[in-house]
């Protein structure tokens, strides 16, 4: 039997959300969707998930605040950063927060 975990995905691309959800959810897991920094932080405050998918540039609150936020949250929170726009300064900034590691990786969604 294959282990089924508990995801928050958060992504103002709803394209992405909806991929990531039909994917995830076909595996058998449990996926909860954010469009936002804020409503994302809302829902780690009610409840707790295995993994956190967490987009880097959002309007309004951008996902290194929102990982700042998680770390201050949920210290053990397991989170991936997903974005379109990588840059090493924003790697390293992620880095510093999460006390991870880096792995850039091509994803497509079409």
């Known amino acids: 039997m294959e282990t089924s975990y508990n995801i928050l995905m958060i992504d103002d691309d709803a394209l992405m959300r909806d991929a990531c959800h039909q994917t995830l959810t076909k595996h058998g897991h449990g996926v909860t969707l954010a469009k ?18 967490l987009d880097l540039k959002m309007p309004g609150e951008d996902g290194l605040f929102v990982l700042a936020r998680i770390r201050d949250l949920e210290p053990e929170a397991i989170v991936v950063m997903i974005s379109g726009y990588g840059s090493i300064e924003t790697a390293v900034q992620a880095m510093k927060l999460s006390d991870s590691e880096h792995k850039q990786l091509a994803f497509d969604i079409k």
């Open 36 to 53: 936002s920094g804020r409503e994302a932080l809302i829902l780690i405050e009610r409840w707790s998930f295995d993994l956190i998918l």
